[in-house]
Structures are given as structure tokens and as C-alpha cells.
């Protein structure tokens, strides 16, 4: 969407497509019958606030943003209880110990986040800070993450939260002529132009923006004529999809489990590769609350249909039954795996594959086929939307310049 606007201004002609109903991408807001509220399916935060360009851009246009990291709250939770300072301070200590131990091995060879923070593994809790930084805010295991991808995207900032949603914020401001239900198949860019065979019938252009994720690219959804050079073909090989998934249930009636409004709940994880939910409750007083699960365990979960079930065990498990009666039957679980049009969450590097999301993005033929979307950024913002909405602008920009 950034990427057509962007030509529009140019003052090209731009034919823009998308394979499903509706526009956003993982970008997606909707408001499902049981939470009564604005629910981010992808997408909720404006990360690295200061430098997104989503974030000066609601801004411009008076949208309400919360600062998340200044509302909100953050406990952490033992079984039946939140922790003590003493506890809190051995927590913080493993988070530092855990950056120290990373930076350092930046020095060394591209080993994936696991091996790399390996000899202080032990630490007390080590494996919450673990399932933070990989499974929850990369989607993936820290044993299958690029140390140094890992490390650029850190996204060191302020969080925004857009009032009614990122998604449906994004719908509004960056709407423009789509053609929705319109799936491409095949792309020739042989030259001297391209040919787009779609669902409904084939475009031809001087040029070809692609902005589906390595998922779809991975599965071969779109066949290329001729094959994309090993170089392109291996980065995104290179970049597989992790998986972020959501359980949003709502209060069953005035019970708020004593935490505080937009509180984000952390817990102690008893082991590097255990499975393990956080959650932010009561977001800006709403009465729902939202367990988040990333990596491999959720990758399992989703499959098995068991997200609702075990969200439901992590709450018994850190409020004991009182839990149980605190939330209504039901939930809102997400389905990024199974979406056949993103076939994940959002992009990952593999380890020693640190310069892939470059290669992606490297313009092809001149200019006439570009890879864009949030794997191929190499700026930090890598797997958020102010990062596929630079991708997007910048590729504008590359195909322009030819
Ligand atoms: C659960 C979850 C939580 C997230 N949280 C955050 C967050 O808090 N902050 C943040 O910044 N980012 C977050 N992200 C990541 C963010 O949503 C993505 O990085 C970003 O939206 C990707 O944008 P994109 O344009 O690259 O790709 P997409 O949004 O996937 O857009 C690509 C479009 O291509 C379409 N398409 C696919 N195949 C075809 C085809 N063959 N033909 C035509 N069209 C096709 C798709 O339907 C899609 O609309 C989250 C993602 C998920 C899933």
C-alpha cells in the first residue's frame, strides 16, 4: 500500500493487488462479537517509535496514541502470586547479563541467539528472559534465530498503541485503489516489462513490486519465469516465518484477578525450551485479556487447536481456579500459520543468514522486480509495519529511478 501511494504521487500508473477480501495485510483490526472492543489480530504496536514513520504519521493526522512502555504496567507472576523485589532484581539481573552475553558474542561468528547466550543458560531466570526476546518478540526459538539478525532488530524505542486499532488505522490513512480477490499466480519478468498472471486475467507493466511474505514466497505460491537468482532464492530461504499467536477472553463478570489496568504479565519459566504464555490484561481498562505465544510451542499448539486450552492452563497456573471463573467461555485465537496468504507470523533470520533480508531486498533486473515488505528491511525495523511501509516507499523510489 505505501509502495502504490508512493508511485501514485510519482504520478505513475499503478495497478494494485491483493489476494484475499480485504486490505492491511497483518495488518488487521476487527471487533469480534465477544470482546465488544478493537481487537489487533497482527499487528498493535508502533515499535521504535521515535524513528516509525506510521507513528509521525498518526500523529500529523491527530490520531489518539498511548505510549505503552508509560501506561503500562508490568508484574511478574509466580504460582499464585506476584513476585518480591529480591526476585525482581534476580530477574533484571539475567536480562543484563543476557544482553552483555550477546553483544559480546557479536564479535564471534553469526551462531544462533541459543548458542550464543549457552554458557550463561543456567542463570535464575534465564528462560523467561529467553522466551521474551525469541519465541514472543521474535516469533521464533532462540535456537533457530540469527544471533546478529536477532541483535539489529531489537527495536529499542518507545511502543505506540493507535486508539481504535493499528490495523484499522492503517486501512483508513493508507487505503487507495485495490483490487481485492485478485491472487498472483505467476510472474514473467524477463523483460522488457513484466507479466502478472492473476486470478483474474494478467496485467503487464514495466515493472512488479512484491510485497507477500517469505512464507508465500517459500511455498512457491508465485512461480517465477525465469527463476530468481540463487542469491534472491536462498535469502528467502533464509528467512522462514516465525509464528506469533493471541488468546484474547474476556472477564466473565467484575473479577480482575487484582491486576492492575494494562498490566503486562511476565512469568517465571522453568525452563530454556518450556512453553509459556505472557499476557497483557485489562488493556486501557477493557475488561479482556490477551496471552501471547510465539516459536515453536505455538507453532504446535495452533495445529493441534489447543491455544484456547492452554492459555486457559497458564492462567489456572499462575491464579489458581479463581481463574477459571474469571473468564467467559470462548476466545479470539489468531491463525497466522494457516492463513494461506501470509503461511506465518512475520519473518526470521536463520543463523549465519544475517545478510538475507539485504539480499531480498536488492532490486532485480534494473529495477523491474523488486522484493519489498518487512523481511527485507536492514534498518532495525524488520518485521513491523513502519518497516513494510519504508520497504514499500523505498521500493517505489527504485522502481521510479529506471
Ligand atoms: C500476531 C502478530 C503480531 C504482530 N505484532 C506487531 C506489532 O505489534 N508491531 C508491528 O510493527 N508489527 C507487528 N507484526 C508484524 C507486522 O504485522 C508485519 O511485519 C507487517 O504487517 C507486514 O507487512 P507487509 O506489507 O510486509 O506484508 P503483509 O501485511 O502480509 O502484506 C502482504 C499482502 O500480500 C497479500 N498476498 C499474499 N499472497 C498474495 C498473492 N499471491 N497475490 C496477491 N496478494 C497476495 C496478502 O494477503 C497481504 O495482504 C505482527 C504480526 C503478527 C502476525
Known amino acids: 500500500m505505501a509502495a502504490a501511494a508512493a508511485l501514485r504521487r510519482q504520478g505513475r500508473q499503478v495497478i494494485l493487488i491483493e489476494a484475499s477480501g480485504r486490505i492491511g495485510g497483518r495488518a488487521h483490526t476487527t471487533i469480534p462479537a465477544l470482546l465488544e472492543a478493537p481487537f489487533d489480530h497482527g499487528a498493535a504496536w508502533l515499535h521504535a517509535a521515535e524513528r516509525n514513520p506510521l507513528a509521525a504519521m498518526a500523529r500529523q493526522f491527530g490520531i489518539r496514541t498511548l505510549d505503552s512502555g508509560a501506561e503500562r504496567v508490568h508484574r511478574t507472576r509466580l504460582p499464585g502470586r506476584f513476585t518480591v523485589a529480591a526476585e525482581d532484581a534476580a530477574y533484571a539481573q539475567a536480562e543484563a547479563a543476557f544482553h552483555e552475553r550477546a553483544a559480546a558474542a557479536l564479535a564471534g561468528p553469526d551462531v544462533s541467539l541459543a548458542e550464543a547466550v549457552g554458557p550463561i543458560a543456567a542463570l535464575p531466570w534465564m528462560p523467561s528472559v529467553v522466551n521474551w526476546e525469541a519465541p514472543v518478540i521474535a516469533a521464533a526459538d532462540a ?46 519478468w524477463g523483460g522488457p516489462g513484466v507479466r502478472v498472471e492473476t486470478s483474474a486475467g494478467t496485467i503487464y507493466a514495466d515493472a512488479c513490486i512484491v510485497t507477500v511474505s517469505t512464507g508465500v514466497l517459500a511455498a512457491g505460491k508465485i512461480r517465477f519465469s525465469p527463476a530468481l537468482p540463487v542469491a534472491t532464492q536462498e535469502a528467502i530461504d533464509g528467512l522462514p516465518m516465525g509464528l506469533l499467536s493471541k488468546v484474547a477472553l474476556r472477564a466473565a463478570g467484575a473479577d480482575r484477578l487484582d491486576v492492575p489496568d494494562s498490566c503486562g504479565i511476565d512469568q517465571c519459566v522453568p525452563a530454556i525450551d518450556a512453553p509459556a504464555m505472557t499476557i497483557v490484561a485489562w488493556p486501557h481498562g477493557q475488561d479482556h485479556a490477551i496471552c501471547f505465544a510465539g516459536g515453536s510451542h505455538a507453532a504446535e499448539l495452533d495445529r493441534r487447536g489447543e491455544l484456547e486450552g492452554f492459555a486457559r492452563d497458564q492462567l489456572r497456573g499462575l491464579f489458581g481456579r479463581r481463574a477459571d471463573g474469571a473468564f467467559r467461555p470462548g476466545a479470539v485465537v489468531t491463525a497466522w500459520a494457516a492463513d494461506p496468504w501470509t503461511l506465518g507470523a512475520y519473518a526470521y533470520a536463520r543463523p549465519g543468514c544475517a545478510g538475507a533480508r539485504g539480499v531480498l531486498g536488492t532490486p532485480l533486473a534494473g529495477g523491474r522486480l523488486i522484493f519489498a515488505g518487512e523481511a527485507t528491511r536492514t534498518d532495525g525495523l524488520a518485521g513491523t509495519v513502519g518497516g513494510a511501509f519504508l520497504a514499500g516507499e523505498e521500493a517505489a523510489t527504485a522502481c521510479v529511478a529506471e
Open 143 to 188: 535456537s533457530a534465530l540469527s544471533l546478529r539478525d536477532w541483535h539489529t532488530n531489537l527495536l529499542e524505542g518507545s511502543n505506540w498503541e493507535v486508539e481504535g486499532g493499528l490495523g484499522a488505522f492503517i486501512a483508513r490513512r493508507l487505503a487507495g485503489p485495490v483490487q481485492l480477490n485478485t491472487v498472483a499466480t505467476a510472474i514473467d
